[in-house]
């Protein structure tokens, strides 16, 4: 990758990588990520698509969920949605890290079951990292004064379909 950016915006953050130039899709349009724990992911022309929840269990548990989704041009019926879970090691215990999920699941689990940030050394390259931590804190701290935190909706009125941000030729949101 070239260049690597993350954008607010306001449901939440928007990733995009730069491969060749401005141009690539992935830098143009980006992946958002709506607060706090659902990404969308897409291919260009739009032909497939994926959408991650990353939902806690607990303390030290964490449940990642991928739905993939492919364009067809005709619906057939199905009796069954084929589903399987996606080991992070192979028999001998080794890491699967072949894939860019295979290499998170790594980072995530070599780690132990609670890190000590106060060991970490990030750099440029964590910046979404740091944004995200920022927006965890900004969103505590609304809810301690009484606020709902991003992506809450009580009024239906306002609970509607989210148009996503596009990146301007000039590199604005």
């Known amino acids: 990758m ?9 449901h939440g953050i928007i990733e995009r990588h730069m491969i060749n130039n401005e141009e ?5 349009t980006g992946a958002p990520s709506f607060f706090p724990t659902t990404s969308l992911l897409g291919s260009p ?17 964490t449940w990642f969920l991928l739905h993939m989704a492919s364009r067809v ?5 199905q009796e069954s949605i084929p589903f399987f879970d996606v080991p992070g090691v192979d028999e001998a215990g080794k890491f699967i890290t ?39 804190v900004e969103q505590m ?7 709902e935190p991003m992506n809450v909706y009580r009024d239906p009125a306002k609970n509607h379909i989210i148009d996503l941000p596009a990146i301007t030729p000039d590199g604005r949101i």
């Open 2 to 10: 070239k260049k690597v950016r993350f954008d607010l915006f306001e």
């Open 24 to 28: 690539d899709e992935s830098w143009r």
């Open 45 to 61: 022309g739009g032909k497939s698509g994926s959408i991650i929840f990353v939902a806690p269990i607990d303390d030290t548990h």
């Open 73 to 77: 041009s005709q619906l057939a019926a």
């Open 98 to 136: 072949d894939t860019a999920n295979g290499q998170d699941h790594m980072a995530v689990v070599s780690q132990g079951n609670i890190t000590g940030r106060d060991l970490e050394h990030l750099g440029a390259s964590d910046r979404g990292i740091i944004l995200y931590r920022e927006l965890l």
């Open 141 to 147: 701290e609304r809810v301690e004064r009484g606020e």
